[in-house]
Structure formats: structure tokens, C-alpha cells
């Protein structure tokens, strides 16, 4: 089984919206950290969002507040970006990551997740 498949990229313009989808195998979801990184071209993969499943003190970039929610659906193993007021500066391609947590904070480091999805590309227009 695929730890984690990406759903949802696409195109919109300025001001639009996008709602991302990462359904996670059994195994990986009971890690219990997951979040949406994004690597916007020409720059390195930033964390975006992450979330202690169960839990409530999400991480979220400051470029995100306000603006994207992480959610997640404990009966699917989906974790989801909801993304509105997206902005030019908003496109490239999210991933869906996962690592083992045992506390109530997974933090925003790249290097401590282990798994990763094969990325899905949002592009937003001006």
C-alpha cells in the first residue's frame, strides 16, 4: 500500500481557492504527525502547516495563517489543506508528509518526517 497518495492541485486564479487531500495508509497515519510542506520553484521545500493528530496546537508558516487550514478525518486517514486567498506567490508543488510523534507538537522541521507523497502542483494566476 502507498503510505501516502495527494489529491487535489490545480489551477486558479488570485483570490481563489483549493482544498488538498492526503490519504495516508493505516500505518502511517497512526504516526500521528502529518503536515503539507511546498517547494516553490527556485526555492527550497518550506513547511506550510503540520498537525498532532488528535491534537490542537497546529503549526502553520506565517505565510499561511489565516488563510490555509490543516484538518484531518480520523474514519478516512485523509489529512487536508483547505487553501483560500491564494496568491501568486502560493504556487508550486505541496506535499503531504508524515513522521512518529510522541508529544502534542510535530514542529516544522523537513528532516524529522519520514514519508512523503508524490506532490501535487497548485498554480495560481494573477
Known amino acids: 500500500q502507498v503510505p501516502l497518495v495527494e489529491s487535489g492541485g490545480g489551477s486558479v486564479q488570485a483570490g481563489g481557492s483549493l482544498k488538498l487531500s492526503c490519504t495516508a495508509s493505516?500505518?502511517?497515519?497512526?504516526?500521528?504527525?502529518m503536515g503539507w510542506f511546498r517547494q516553490r520553484p527556485g526555492q527550497e521545500r518550506e513547511a506550510v502547516a503540520t498537525?498532532?493528530?488528535?491534537?490542537?496546537?497546529?503549526y502553520y508558516a506565517d505565510s499561511a495563517k489565516g488563510r490555509f487550514t490543516i484538518t484531518e478525518d480520523n474514519a478516512e486517514n485523509t489529512l487536508y489543506l483547505q487553501m483560500d486567498g491564494l496568491k501568486p506567490e502560493d504556487t508550486g508543488v505541496y506535499y503531504c508528509?508524515?513522521?512518529?510523534?510522541?508529544?502534542?507538537?510535530?514542529?516544522?522541521?523537513?528532516?524529522?518526517?519520514?514519508?512523503w507523497g508524490q506532490g501535487a502542483q497548485v498554480t495560481v494566476s494573477a
Open positions: 498537525i498532532y493528530i488528535g491534537g490542537i496546537r497546529n
Open positions: 493505516e500505518y502511517v497515519y497512526r504516526l500521528n504527525c
Open positions: 508528509a508524515a513522521r512518529y510523534g510522541d508529544s502534542s507538537y510535530c514542529g516544522h522541521s523537513e528532516s524529522s518526517f519520514s514519508y
